[in-house]
């Protein structure tokens, strides 16, 4: 089982990642397109989404705690970001960074505060699929911004087709 001081490790390097990501980015930058498929996100969008995980986190694991299924009543996963999305996008760089530190910090005190039986007790993210509480916190407080953060680097670094 994932331990409670990787998943608080993790977490850790995804602020670092994030922070060291956007945080220079120029507005310019954060208008570039990430995701090429049509509604793909620009890098600005993949951070407001980032900045709207601490609301999605605190909720999904009081649900997770309260023994609910994990994701309730918010129809797809992919029309939930989209409206988490819309509702940060328009706030600057700046303040969706903090908020995307705020979200970390109360998660990372939540997973403190949770005992080794629920981390280790499964969760079933869908009918034909489960996990360990704490692999799916290590998943969604560290690899999760990790990789959006790898994504938009990698995206600000391909060269632009003309």
Not at 78 to 98: C, P, S, T
Not at 123 to 150: E, F, N, T, Y
């Amino acid at each position: 089982m994932t331990s409670k001081d990787e998943i608080l490790d993790a977490m850790r390097q995804a602020t670092a990642d994030v922070l060291r990501t956007f945080g220079p980015l120029t507005a310019a930058q954060l208008d570039c397109r990430v995701h090429q498929e049509e509604g793909g996100w620009t890098a600005k969008e993949v951070l407001a989404h980032l900045a709207a995980g601490g609301v999605t986190y605190e909720r999904m694991l009081q649900r997770l705690v309260d023994g609910q299924p994990i994701f309730g009543q918010v129809g797809s996963l992919h029309d939930r970001n989209h409206q988490m999305v819309a509702a940060y996008v328009e706030k600057d760089k700046d303040d969706l960074l903090a908020a995307f530190q705020a979200g970390q910090a109360a998660l990372a005190a939540k997973v403190q505060a949770l005992s080794d039986d629920l981390l280790a007790s499964v969760v079933a993210l869908s009918p034909d699929r489960q996990m360990p509480m704490a692999d799916l916190l290590l998943m969604i407080g560290g690899k999760h911004a990790s990789g959006h953060a790898q994504e938009v680097e990698q995206a600000l670094a391909a060269p632009t087709v003309p």
